[in-house]
């Protein structure tokens, strides 16, 4: 984002109910204020989802250091999170 200098009477808004804010430049842009860590987490997953899925698999299968790693990320969540 965009650092400019702030207005006078600047403007707010936040496009999930507070988690994010920005504030509304005159020409339309938006200066992000502050996000949330909930936002933040939000925006992580919604980056990290293409690691799963069909084309993912497919992926991991071409390259097997990536399957190798893969594997170990599962082990160490199932070990955290008592799922087998």
């Given amino acids: 984002m965009k650092r400019k200098a702030k207005t ?17 430049l005159p020409n ?3 200066i992000l204020v502050e996000q949330s860590q909930t936002a933040k987490d939000e925006e992580t ?3 990290e989802s293409e690691m799963v899925g ?3 698999i497919a992926l991991r299968r ?9 594997d170990k990320y ?5 070990l ?5």
């Avoid at 071409?62 to 893969?70: E, F, G, I, R, V």
């Fill in 80 to 84: 955290i999170t008592g799922n087998q």
């Fill in 54 to 56: 069909a084309e993912a």
């Fill in 8 to 24: 006078k009477n600047p403007i707010f808004v936040s496009p999930d109910g507070g988690e994010t804010v920005y504030e509304q």
């Fill in 74 to 78: 599962r082990t160490v969540w199932h």
């Fill in 62 to 70: 071409k390259y097997p250091t990536l399957q190798k790693a893969w």
């Fill in 28 to 30: 339309g842009d938006r």
């Fill in 45 to 47: 997953a919604y980056e």
